[in-house]
């Protein structure tokens, strides 16, 4: 069964300073993986997914990801964090031929001023 | 792009009685739809795969007959919370697939509902 683990429920980071969100995945197979992000009492959008082409992935509002087989991880990024990223956000994982998504617990970023 | 529209957006009910929560996929047909419950501050859990025409399949200590899930077209999922109790509080979210078009699921805006 596939996994992700977040690390840090909680992540600080200044206005205009780098964002890194770790996770680290499980799977018996080769996995799709995906970050969304979700704002306070809404649904989840999806910020970026890896499905088994580039290993660096672009996502919107800035963000990226790559694809680390070796290290089993999919560490999310933005160079210059903005007020408006200040949100929820979870690292999840399908195996290929399952529907099943399995979210990490999230990161909480707040960003100061 | 692919929308899910889930309904109601907030619903408070009173113990004992049941709660029906719709999920609809606005412009693709979903033959795969999954309900998630978020506690606070905490990751979602899947409840439910809900296959259309078929009975869904529920994950391990999820009642099902507590929450029974519908799926009677292409684009629509029920969940009812019957006789729902203030530990039913919770945000409730769903999200389909397209069908065809497997790697990506789309999510509802989420429901919270406070059982009082």
């Known amino acids: 069964a596939q996994s992700v683990t977040q690390l840090g429920s909680h992540v600080s980071v200044s206005e205009g300073a780098l964002v890194l969100l770790r996770c680290n995945y499980s799977?018996?197979?080769?996995?799709?993986l995906f970050w969304y992000v979700q704002y306070p009492n809404q649904g989840l959008q999806l910020l970026l997914k890896?499905?088994?082409?580039?290993?660096l992935v672009k996502g919107i509002n800035g963000f990226e990801a790559e694809f680390k087989k070796s290290e089993t991880s999919f560490h999310l990024t933005k160079p210059s964090a903005h007020m408006s990223d200040a949100a929820e956000y979870f690292c999840?994982?399908?195996?290929?031929?399952?529907?099943?998504?399995?979210f990490g617990k999230g990161n909480q970023v707040v960003v100061i001023p | 792009g692919a929308v899910v529209s889930q309904h109601p957006s907030r619903v408070i009910c009173k113990s004992g009685t049941s709660v029906k929560i719709e999920c609809r996929s606005l412009?693709?047909?979903?033959?795969?739809m999954f309900w998630y419950r978020q506690f606070p501050k905490q990751s979602l859990m899947l409840m439910a795969t809900s296959n259309e025409g078929s009975k869904a399949t529920y994950e391990q200590g999820v009642e099902k007959d507590k929450f029974l899930i519908n799926h009677a077209s292409l684009t629509l999922s029920t969940l009812t919370v019957t006789s729902a109790h203030p530990e039913d509080s919770s945000f409730y979210i769903c999200?389909?697939?397209?069908?065809?078009?497997?790697?990506?699921?789309?999510f509802g805006q989420g429901t919270r509902l406070t059982v009082v």
């Open positions: 412009d693709f047909q979903a033959t795969t």
């Open positions: 890896y499905t088994s082409a580039a290993t």
């Open positions: 799977s018996s197979v080769p996995p799709y």
């Open positions: 999840a994982v399908s195996e290929r031929g399952n529907n099943r998504l399995a």
């Open positions: 999200s389909a697939r397209e069908m065809g078009r497997g790697t990506e699921a789309f």
